[in-house]
């Protein structure tokens, strides 16, 4: 298992504004996926984008992957009061579990 | 079809009880998870399991033990609880056989919130 690591830590920004988090890994995978945690409740699964692909759409979510740098973005367009949660990002290699690392706290201003 | 569910959703322990929480999946699932969360900190594995009586050790399993009897459970005891305990522990499952890993995501549940006075 390998664990991703989220930057930044924490960002705040206003409604309707853009937002941008990232994730780096360390070593080959098959997928990357994106995960939401609002306050208390548990994690839930965003999007998940497979090694050969390059990016990936789910409504307001763009994730993009760099396969060669190890890295993946987050993009959520438009944001929402709503969209306040800490986001986690999760390399999977197959076959073990997702290790999750501390994540990226957003907070949409309305 | 109710997903991942926990029992119970909140618990407070004195130092040194036992307890034992339940995780149930109806998604057929293989493989299941406990994970910890502490504030300001993201999920650290304790234990899995990738089949019914099979499980293995995470991150931080020790003073946890756990057990897999029937493929859709996956309980998770404190023999001796201790204040380090306290935690929010959240239950996961994934992987339909057949389905390629890669395609692989983890469903979760809504957690328990544990207090060990």
């Known amino acids: 298992s390998q664990q991703g690591e989220e930057d930044p830590q924490a960002l705040s920004i206003q409604e309707g504004e853009n937002a941008t988090m990232n994730c780096s890994y360390k070593?080959?995978?098959?997928?990357l996926q994106w995960y939401r945690q609002n306050s208390g409740r548990g994690l839930v699964h965003l999007i998940l984008?497979?090694?050969?692909?390059r990016e990936k759409h789910s409504g307001r979510l763009r994730v993009t992957l760099d396969t060669s740098k190890k890295s993946s973005s987050l993009l959520i367009t438009a944001s929402r009061a709503a969209d306040t949660a800490s986001y986690f990002c999760?390399?999977?290699?197959?076959?073990?579990?997702?290790?999750f690392g501390k994540g990226t706290r957003l907070s949409v201003i309305a | 079809n109710a997903g991942v569910t926990q029992t119970p959703k909140f618990r407070v322990l004195k130092t040194g009880q036992s307890m034992t929480l339940l995780c149930a999946q109806d998604?057929?699932?293989?493989?299941m998870y406990w994970y910890r969360q502490d504030p300001g900190m993201g999920l650290r594995l304790i234990h899995y399991?990738?089949?019914?009586?099979?499980?293995a050790k995470g991150e931080v399993p020790d003073g946890y033990n756990v057990s897999r009897l029937k493929k859709q459970n996956f309980l998770l005891g404190l023999e001796s609880a201790a204040p380090s305990q306290t935690s929010v522990y959240f239950c996961?499952?994934?992987?339909?056989?057949?389905?390629?890993?890669?395609?692989?995501?983890?469903?979760f549940g809504p957690g328990t919130r544990l207090t060990v006075l």
């Open positions: 996961a499952s994934s992987f339909l056989a057949g389905v390629p890993h890669s395609y692989n995501e983890q469903f």
């Open positions: 070593t080959s995978i098959n997928n």
């Open positions: 984008i497979r090694s050969n692909e």
């Open positions: 999760a390399p999977y290699s197959g076959n073990t579990p997702l290790v």
């Open positions: 998604m057929n699932h293989e493989y």
């Open positions: 399991s990738v089949g019914e009586g099979t499980t």
